[in-house]
């Protein structure tokens, strides 16, 4: 398995270019790892956004997944606060740490702005608030504790997190990899993309002046047949386990399962822990990611995270009715020939205070499993050179 594993990443790197920016990614990785690791702190990939996956070289069309970036921004912005130092591999153009209060907004920025003898101003009514972010923004810079990448593509992410990885090994167990971006599962390979942008139009598809498309397209991954648009997707090789086993072994690993259906969350999330050996998965619903999420690891088992219903942030794309839904479903499986009631989760709590957001709550549960699996690795090592 793990010759495969070796075989796949090796085939998958010498077949896909690496990002034109990798060297300067690389360097500054380098001295960031180096300069908090002579200072014992922790350190924590963040990886944020969504991958899209190319369908031409001269990049016209694309595949994209689903995310703004909101969970990774939202994390990173506790993580700095819980004395990590943050290393933020972000989709490029989706939310990040402090910006994302005024970004993505369904206000312009320049509505939080007003003119005051000829300057532009924050809005007094803005104004504590936007003070206070800015100063953890400019405290995390002018402690050198924030270092920004990026990527768009899945190519891109996969070549960032590996050299990423590998240069964090030094850290040891005070590496954190918190995997929250919303990576492609499929592909097209860089040598089946065809060139040019795909054409529409049947004129142009086969056209004597300009050539036959179709037949300059032939064995590549996407192609026209009459009206449709064939496009013949690959899996993405699953280096989640190389990341345990060789990128960074001494690492936490946390990875997030996406699902929609609340029965199959906890299933999924539990099959992704074993199958990858990570040290927690973290599962949500699409529709209540914002309020509740369940950390699944084999240190603690099943624990759910849940925002109490009078602390919750409006969400536009939420249905609240839904919270507790994997949960019970879990619970129903798991005592469906017992004859057990399940908990009823859809309790009433006054509203009225302020919202939270709940990787306010997140970030402290990964800190403390962290800190759990620090020292077991230093009383390991401990037993080591005692033997």
């Given amino acids: 398995m793990a010759n495969k594993l070796s075989a796949a990443e090796s085939h998958y790197f010498t077949s896909n270019p690496p990002p034109k920016d990798l060297r300067t990614t690389t360097t500054l990785t380098r001295e960031f790892v180096r300069r908090h690791a002579d200072d014992g702190r922790r350190v924590v990939l963040v990886t944020s956004g969504g991958t899209t996956v190319p369908l031409e070289l001269q990049t016209v069309r694309y595949i994209d997944n689903f995310s703004a970036g909101t969970r990774g921004a939202t994390s990173a912005e506790f993580f700095l606060e819980h004395g990590y130092a943050v290393i933020f591999l972000h989709r490029r153009f989706s939310l990040l740490p402090f910006s994302r209060h005024y970004s993505h907004n369904v206000r312009s ?55 990423v990885a590998q240069l964090m090994r030094p850290l040891g167990s005070n590496a954190l990899f918190y995997l929250a971006a919303a990576v492609s599962d499929f592909f097209v390979p860089y040598d089946r993309m065809v060139e040019h942008k795909i054409q529409s139009n049947e004129e142009f598809t086969q056209n004597p002046i300009m050539g036959d498309t179709a037949a300059q397209t032939k064995g590549s991954a996407v192609h026209t047949q009459g009206r449709s648009l064939i496009i013949d997707l690959e899996p993405v090789p699953k280096f989640l386990k190389q990341l345990v086993d060789g990128w960074a072994p001494e690492a936490m690993i946390v990875s997030f399962k996406l699902e929609t259906d609340p029965k199959m969350l906890v299933k999924k999330a539990e099959y992704s822990l074993k199958k990858y050996s990570h040290h927690l998965v973290i599962g949500n619903l699409l529709t209540t990611r914002k309020w509740e999420v369940v950390f699944v690891s084999a240190e603690e088992g099943l624990k759910w995270i849940r925002v109490p219903s009078h602390r919750r942030a409006k969400s536009f794309s939420g249905v609240e009715s839904l919270v507790g839904a994997a949960e019970l479903a879990a619970e129903l499986a798991a005592k469906k020939d017992e004859g057990k009631q399940p908990t009823d989760f859809m309790e009433h709590v006054p509203h009225g205070e302020p919202a939270v957001e709940i990787e306010s709550m997140i970030v402290p549960e990964v800190e403390a499993l962290h800190t759990k699996l620090i020292k077991k690795a230093q009383q390991k090592k401990v037993e080591q050179n005692g033997a």
Wanted: aromatic content about 12%; overall charge negative.
């Fill in 109 to 163: 920025f320049l509505d939080f702005m007003q003119e005051d003898d000829g300057r532009v101003v924050v809005d007094s009514q803005h104004q504590e608030e936007m003070l206070h972010v800015f100063r953890q923004y400019a405290q995390a810079k002018q402690d050198g504790k924030l270092l920004i990448l990026s990527f768009v593509t899945i190519s891109e992410y996969l070549w960032n997190l590996r050299e």
